[in-house]
């Protein structure tokens, strides 16, 4: 089974530009989380999706966004970009919404110039 | 809000010393614990899991952890480490799925580094 992918892997842009972050699920797997990841932050959650649905929201401005398809493929946007914003995007799916096991996929490593 | 704490930031053995990294939670209901590691280079991988069941789970590599309830904690132990070893690890908690809180369900620790000298 193939595990989760993420695209594009690296991305340079410039402050104030947007930015789509693509993320494809294992197959089967109906929920997909976002965490971004810094050397100081560690670990930080952006969102989850299930079924199309926004189930939490981490405590990101407005700039950060999210979409699910039915087919459980994510994107995440981020506008207006900050130089703060470099940081490796991860995405996770499991089965289910909660309760079982993410598996994360390689991540997008953006860096704001 | 909650909380996973890693209490060593970077770690250094030599080969065949053993390993214990310490993870404590916030968290006062029921919780399922998980340790993932990061190569370098690498994505992050489950290393293990508790769900419920024997306190005591063993996962990939050798690797094992022990859940204390009455200490919120879930130490993640390895008998002698080898310089494949080498990586970030992070302790996880999962909160029950209508807990709903702006952190998500799945709580990561700020890891801890792991460095394997042959």
């Known amino acids: 089974k193939a595990g989760v992918t993420q695209t594009p892997r690296y991305l340079i842009k410039t402050r104030g530009q947007q930015v789509t972050l693509s993320c494809s699920p294992i197959?089967?797997?109906?929920?997909v989380s976002w965490y971004q990841q810094t050397p100081g932050q560690g670990l930080q959650f952006l969102f989850e999706y299930f079924s199309e649905t926004q189930r939490n929201k981490g405590n990101f401005p407005g700039r950060f966004s999210g979409r699910q398809f039915s087919n459980s493929r994510s994107e995440m946007n981020v506008s207006t970009l900050e130089l703060g914003d470099s940081a490796l995007y991860l995405c996770?799916?499991?089965?289910?919404?909660?309760?079982?096991?993410?598996?994360f996929g390689p991540g997008t490593r953006l860096t704001v110039t | 809000a909650q909380s996973v704490s890693q209490h060593n930031h970077h770690v250094i053995l030599s080969e065949a010393a053993s390993l214990e990294l310490g993870c404590n939670y916030s968290y006062g209901g029921t919780v399922n614990l998980f340790w993932y590691v990061q190569y370098p280079g690498q994505h992050l991988q489950l290393l293990l899991k508790?769900?419920?069941?024997?306190?005591l789970v063993k996962g990939i590599k050798g690797f094992e952890a022990e859940f204390i309830k009455s200490k919120f904690s879930f130490n993640l132990r390895k008998p002698s480490v080898q310089w494949s070893d080498t990586a970030e690890y992070f302790c996880a908690v999962n909160l029950p799925w209508n807990y709903g809180g702006s952190q998500g369900n799945l709580i990561f620790g700020k890891g801890t580094k792991l460095s394997v000298k042959p």
């Open positions: 508790y769900f419920s069941g024997d306190p």
């Open positions: 197959s089967g797997h109906r929920s």
């Open positions: 996770a799916s499991s089965l289910e919404a909660s309760g079982y096991e993410q598996y």
